[in-house]
């Protein structure tokens, strides 16, 4: 399972590094998933090094502290994309306005 995972996260890794090669992503993004995904390859190859962190932060398990910084990244992620949305959604609706009355103005 460990070589499984290795590959995996190197998979991702490259589908990271090519998604901003073709400038989906920009450099501080890439960098942000890279050190996760990095990250992640670590507590793989070394699953003991999640223990000594929990432990260094006062949680029982290295298993525990995964999840616990999972799920604030998941909140967090969700919460950006809940603003972006919202974002989208305003800029949708001053554009639809400003050519309502453009071509309103056409008609008159």
Same mark, same amino acid.
């Not at 502290?65 to 972006?84: P, Q």
């Not at 989208?88 to 554009?95: D, F, P, Q, V």
């Given at each position: 399972?460990?070589?499984?995972? +290795?590959?995996?996260?190197?998979?991702?890794? +490259?589908?990271?590094?090519?998604?901003?090669?073709?400038?989906?992503?920009?450099?501080?993004?890439?960098?942000?998933?890279?050190?996760?995904?990095?990250?992640? !390859?670590?507590?793989?190859?070394?699953?003991?090094?999640?223990?000594?962190?929990?432990?260094?932060?006062?949680?029982?398990?290295?298993?525990? !502290?995964?999840?616990?910084?999972?799920?604030? !990244?998941?909140?967090?992620?969700? +919460?950006?994309?809940?603003?972006?949305?919202?974002?989208?959604?305003?800029?949708?609706?001053?554009?639809?306005?400003?050519?309502?009355?453009?071509?309103?103005?056409?008609?008159?």
């Amino acid at each position: 399972m460990q070589i499984f995972l +290795f590959l995996l996260i190197l998979i991702i890794c +490259f589908k990271i590094w090519f998604e901003r090669k073709r400038n989906k992503i920009n450099r501080l993004e890439l960098m942000g998933w890279l050190l996760l995904w990095l990250g992640a !390859l670590a507590l793989v190859v070394k699953p003991d090094i999640a223990s000594q962190l929990a432990s260094l932060v006062g949680i029982g398990r290295g298993a525990d !502290l995964v999840v616990y910084l999972a799920l604030v !990244l998941i909140f967090y992620l969700l +919460f950006r994309l809940v603003v972006r949305i919202e974002t989208l959604e305003r800029h949708i609706t001053e554009i639809v306005r400003h050519s309502a009355l453009n071509e309103w103005k056409n008609r008159r």
